[in-house]
């Protein structure tokens, strides 16, 4: 029997085992639609390709995948409340399909990550399952990173004018200062520092980075003004605080985001939220979006211009917890605030409630692909 196949067949038998580790010694190939769903915990000592093909990460209890050899995967999803923990980077090439439970890492070892391919797809992604470590891509114009901890999806989006850089993220719900000093820069002007939450992130590429923010970021402990809130982050090497910018603030003080100015990610050791004194107006970069439907003529509905320049595209719309509210082939200015699906829980005559949505746009068949934010203010 081929060496692959009989691999094969052993994983498949192994895990049907309750409570067996899965191990993998051989040359395993996942060829055009197989599907291989993993139950327990796997030990990857050999080769795991897949040019096609679905893997899968299910069962009710969590388990690690660990061993010596990176697998490749063409298409994963994991239906596992309780989660799977990686020993190993796993990369994903094609598609991410977040259904329920997060796949984490020790976000001390930065060296095991998730990477979602420069071509690969994610979509569900939300409180209930995400990355809840450190995520990584090879990143070209712009990428939302679907990060979180435990219980919160907490994303970075960033954009850049580099192309085919590798970026890797992390999202902390912990205090900055307890592991940073309070050094601030003398020419920054910060007010206050965020203690509630932070970021990693690495990239040699210059970026602009968006942070959101919700409730539990707590951010009237930084300001009452919306409009002085910005992104600070500690300097390696100065080993203080610095005011990254605020090219963009969309929101209210309660939920929205922030959009920094460029910056090199490897430079600084965590990003986070803090406060200054802002009088000047900010311009809007035209990354991430607000959409304001009033019939004044301004913002009442969701425009992308870089859209006219591609004949094939299909919007999808998203809200805070992965519910796709809206999905259409050919997008020309159809989103207005109002969900295009059905949804039970949902009035549709009312339209959707104000609040963060994020949107990915397939380009000419899926050959690229755009996100990002945008804001539905309702008056």
């Known amino acids: 029997m081929n060496n692959k196949y009989f691999t094969l067949l052993m994983v498949l038998l192994s895990s049907l085992l309750c409570g067996q580790e899965v191990r993998n010694f051989g040359d395993l190939e996942i060829h055009e639609n197989a599907q291989l769903g993993f139950y327990s915990a796997v030990e990857n000592d050999g080769s795991l390709f897949a040019s096609s093909g679905l893997v899968g990460f299910y069962g009710t209890t969590s388990y690690s995948f660990s061993g010596s050899f990176?697998?490749?995967i063409y298409d994963l999803?994991?239906?596992?409340?309780?989660?799977?923990?990686?020993?190993?980077?796993?990369s994903v090439s094609n598609h991410m399909n977040f259904i329920y439970g997060n796949i984490a890492t020790d976000r001390d070892q930065e060296y095991n990550f998730l990477e979602l391919g420069n071509r690969a797809t994610y979509q569900g992604e939300s409180n209930f399952s995400k990355i809840n470590g450190f995520a990584q891509s090879t990143v070209n114009e712009s990428?939302?990173?679907p990060v979180g901890d435990a219980f919160y999806f907490r994303p970075l989006a960033l954009k850049t004018s580099a192309d085919n850089t590798v970026f890797k993220c992390a999202y902390f719900f912990e205090n900055p200062l307890a592991q940073y000093s309070d050094n601030r820069n003398s020419g920054s002007d910060i007010?206050?520092?965020?203690?509630?939450?932070?970021?990693?992130?690495?990239?040699?590429?210059?970026?602009?980075?968006?942070?959101?923010?919700?409730?539990?970021?707590?951010?009237?402990?930084?300001?009452?003004i919306t409009q002085n809130i910005t992104v600070i982050g500690y300097h390696k090497i100065q080993k203080e605080w610095v005011?990254?910018?605020?090219?963009?603030?969309?929101?209210?003080?309660?939920?929205?985001?922030?959009?920094?100015?460029?910056f090199i990610p490897d430079e600084y050791e965590v990003l986070t939220f803090g406060s200054v004194e802002r009088t000047a107006p900010l311009a809007n970069k035209r990354y991430n979006y607000i959409l304001t439907p009033n019939d004044d003529g301004l913002n009442d509905f969701l425009y992308i211009p870089e859209l006219e320049n591609y004949r094939q595209n299909?919007?999808?719309?998203?809200?805070r917890n992965g519910l796709k509210v809206f999905e259409v082939e050919n997008y020309t200015n159809e989103f207005t605030g109002m969900s295009g699906i059905n949804i039970p829980s949902l009035n549709r005559d009312a339209g959707l409630p104000q609040g963060i949505y994020y949107y990915l746009v397939h380009l000419n068949n899926e050959e690229l692909n755009m996100q990002g934010f945008l804001y539905l203010q309702r008056e």
């Open 191 to 224: 007010l206050a520092i965020s203690q509630n939450e932070f970021w990693k992130l690495r990239g040699s590429s210059p970026v602009s980075v968006s942070l959101i923010w919700d409730n539990r970021s707590s951010l009237l402990a930084l300001s009452s």
């Open 77 to 90: 999803e994991i239906a596992n409340e309780e989660g799977v923990f990686l020993e190993l980077p796993i």
């Open 243 to 262: 005011d990254l910018g605020a090219s963009e603030i969309t929101g209210t003080i309660y939920e929205g985001w922030v959009t920094s100015e460029d």
């Open 143 to 145: 990428y939302i990173f």
């Open 314 to 319: 299909k919007l999808m719309v998203f809200d």
């Open 70 to 72: 990176i697998p490749n």
